[in-house]
């Protein structure tokens, strides 16, 4: 058969293409990912905007492996968190890509991020979620304290978004740092991890590292190899012979130049810890491997001046809000040492504490909620509620809120109405059966 070897010559046009959307989502990872279902199941027209070619944010690409935060504590440890969530925690345990696991006086789940990936995928489209990826925000337009317009950047030309709503998921404050609007950052340096996972161990020997067995090891010997962290773990996935490892620490800084220079920094801990497990565990670690590096993982960089500053004594003390909008038991787990992390774990089976919607809310715009790590808040507090249960619970929280704000201040719902639309993630438990070998 011939082949046509046609070609046509195309120029560059002026402008960008227009996209008009009800609510516009920066950010597509735990609390992107499930804001943006949350919109588009309520109705709304939702564009979608992550600025990786792939849907997941540092859900997926960071290899982080473990969700914290989705249970409270005890003996028998109880979802707080639901909604589209439900979806996706079905969808793993079907597949056997979900394992639950005692930590810390609750549970996490081990997952397999690329299943969890492809699900978020397939959900957004068939909820009619519209995706720009590889979009980078570079422009957010206001007018009378209203983000109007955000101008997008992707290598196939540039897009300007319109939209009634917008929610800022993408954990860097980005839409408010590009409206010129007040952020936050740190005093003191908040630490984030390379996390990579290995392969090739003696899987049958595997209990010598698992878990955090390794950490007297690495405290004795951390010095020479010259590693920053001297605390961590190693989880050894169940039934794929592979294990999470995440023991290093890497700066991360909001210039363009340091970020790139932290992120290969992270890969050389990770050789060097590899260099570490051969010499420490060789009985177990002689022919391992780094079989993948994730995404660099970020904990806090940039974060919003809002309505309502939450506090570490909130944290502590457990008193619900008026506008509580999502709920937490895990502890406070503090990177702000390169050598270890600094935890502080609630004792009290009962406690419970709170995000106001108060703190999503950009103090100077009617019509901007943050949603994930970049809601407002000390540096101990957000060390707390920024893992992925309570994330995916203020996602949906924040299409609520801007679902029933229209074309109006997000300051005026009836919170009443927004508390049943959230009751769910407020009131309910749940015993999963997918954690009844972990408990």
């Known amino acids: 058969m011939a082949m046509n070897s046609a070609t046509h010559i195309v120029s560059k046009t002026s402008g960008a293409t227009r996209l008009e959307a009800d609510i516009c989502v920066v950010g597509s990872g735990a609390a992107g990912s499930m804001a943006a279902l949350t919109a588009a199941r309520l109705g709304l027209k939702t564009v979608l905007v992550e600025a990786m070619p792939n849907v997941g944010g540092q859900l997926v690409g960071t290899l982080l492996g473990t969700i914290c935060g989705l249970y409270d504590n005890g003996p028998q440890p109880r979802r707080l968190t639901f909604g589209p969530v439900d979806d996706l925690l079905k969808d793993l345990w079907q597949r056997n890509a979900i394992h639950a696991r005692r930590a810390l006086n609750t549970l996490v789940l081990q997952y397999d991020e690329a299943l969890t990936g492809r699900w978020t995928e397939r959900a957004l489209r068939d909820a009619g979620v519209e995706l720009v990826l590889g979009g980078v925000v570079r422009n957010a337009s206001m007018v009378d304290r209203r983000v109007t317009t955000l101008d997008v950047a992707t290598r196939w030309g540039d897009l300007k978004i319109s939209a009634h709503g917008f929610i800022d998921a993408s954990g860097d404050s980005t839409v408010a740092w590009h409206a010129g609007l007040p952020v936050r950052e740190p005093d003191e340096a908040q630490w984030g991890t390379q996390m990579f996972i290995i392969e090739g161990f003696e899987v049958d020997k595997a209990d010598l590292i698992d878990g955090f067995k390794v950490e007297e090891a690495l405290r004795r010997r951390s010095s020479e190899f010259g590693l920053p962290r001297r605390d961590g773990f190693i989880f050894k996935y ?190 309910n438990f749940a015993v999963d059966p997918w954690t009844e070998s972990a408990i």
């Open 238 to 427: 169940p039934g794929r012979d592979i294990a999470t490892v995440n023991m290093t620490h890497i700066p991360n800084p909001t210039e363009p130049i340091a970020a790139a220079e932290a992120a290969l920094a992270g890969k050389d801990q990770a050789d060097v810890l590899m260099e570490f497990f051969k010499s420490e565990y060789p009985e177990v670690m002689a022919n391992a491997r780094i079989r993948s590096y994730g995404q660099p993982g970020i904990r806090q960089t940039r974060w919003y001046v809002a309505d309502h500053h939450l506090t570490l004594d909130e944290v502590r003390g457990g008193r619900r809000p008026k506008d509580a909008v999502a709920r937490c038991t895990w502890p406070v787990e503090a990177h702000n040492s390169a050598e270890r992390v600094y935890w502080e774990e609630f004792e009290d089976p009962d406690h419970m504490h709170y995000v106001p919607l108060s703190s999503m809310i950009h103090r100077d715009a009617d019509n901007l909620v943050a949603a994930g790590r970049c809601i407002d808040g000390d540096t101990a507090a957000l060390a707390s509620v920024r893992v992925m249960g309570p994330c995916f619970a203020m996602g949906q929280a924040a299409a609520h809120a801007l679902k029933l704000a229209g074309v109006g201040s997000v300051r005026d719902v009836s919170f009443a109405e927004l508390e049943c639309a959230l009751r769910a993630n407020l009131e």
